[in-house]
């Protein structure tokens, strides 16, 4: 089983949809959970982190962590074309602080 | 302006050659960490470290190496050992424990 496992996608949306996101992780020890948005080319950039169980909004991104599932979702609201990139979910784990990726999933948002 | 830096950015290199991939820092950060990713997939962990003059293999070590004699560099040797470098090789640092990774550019090795 992999650390942190995500779906590949692609994942493609209209202007204006909801993204979901999805990352699932195996290590219940791990401490906290990042987003990173990735455009092609490019190194990646964080969007969101989350330490606590429930959800945490940042403008049109809202992450959500539920630990007893071991599940970390994005969602993207009023998606723009400009979210089209490729999203990483990254979790650091709890017994020394190494911070592992997932293979990331695709967005596409189309105008 | 605080950032990491990688160099170079692009870098050709001959089969059986050794390369070194620069990373400097200066965010005053105790962690750096160096991935590697391929067309497609995710970053995987090759070398962390944590303090300085201590460092730990991640998963995919065999044929590179790595130093941190300094808190602000930390680079990366791909050896003649390394049966497929090519790829994007990217350079992150951290304030430690919980918090997040601050990326450098990337330096993407071919070898020819």
């Known amino acids: 089983q992999k650390e942190v496992e995500q779906n590949s996608g692609p994942l493609s949306v209209p202007e204006g949809a909801i993204a979901s996101l999805n990352c699932t992780y195996s290590d219940r020890g791990s401490q906290s959970f990042f987003w990173y948005r990735q455009y092609s080319g490019k190194s990646p950039e964080l969007i969101m982190f989350?330490?606590?169980?429930g959800d945490k909004e940042d403008g049109r991104f809202t992450a959500q962590l539920n630990k007893a599932s071991q599940y970390v979702s994005l969602l993207i609201r009023d998606s723009q074309p400009s979210d089209s990139a490729t999203y990483l979910c990254a979790v650091k784990l709890g017994n020394n602080n190494d911070m592992r990726f997932g293979a990331g999933t695709r967005l596409t948002v189309k105008p | 302006d605080g950032g990491i830096t990688q160099s170079p950015k692009y870098l050709f290199r001959k089969e059986g050659q050794n390369v070194t991939l620069s990373c400097e820092q200066n965010?005053?950060?105790?962690?750096m960490y160096w991935y590697r990713q391929d067309p497609g997939q995710g970053l995987r962990l090759i070398y962390y470290s944590q303090i300085v003059n201590d460092f730990q293999k991640g998963d995919i070590a065999e044929g590179y190496s790595v130093s941190r004699e300094k808190k602000e560099s930390f680079p990366l040797t791909v050896t003649s050992a390394q049966k497929n470098p090519t790829a994007f090789y990217l350079c992150?640092?951290?304030?430690?424990?919980?918090?997040?990774?601050?990326f450098g550019e990337g330096s993407r090795l071919t070898v020819l």
């Open positions: 965010l005053n950060h105790d962690a």
């Open positions: 989350i330490y606590s169980n």
């Open positions: 992150a640092s951290s304030i430690g424990g919980p918090g997040e990774l601050f």
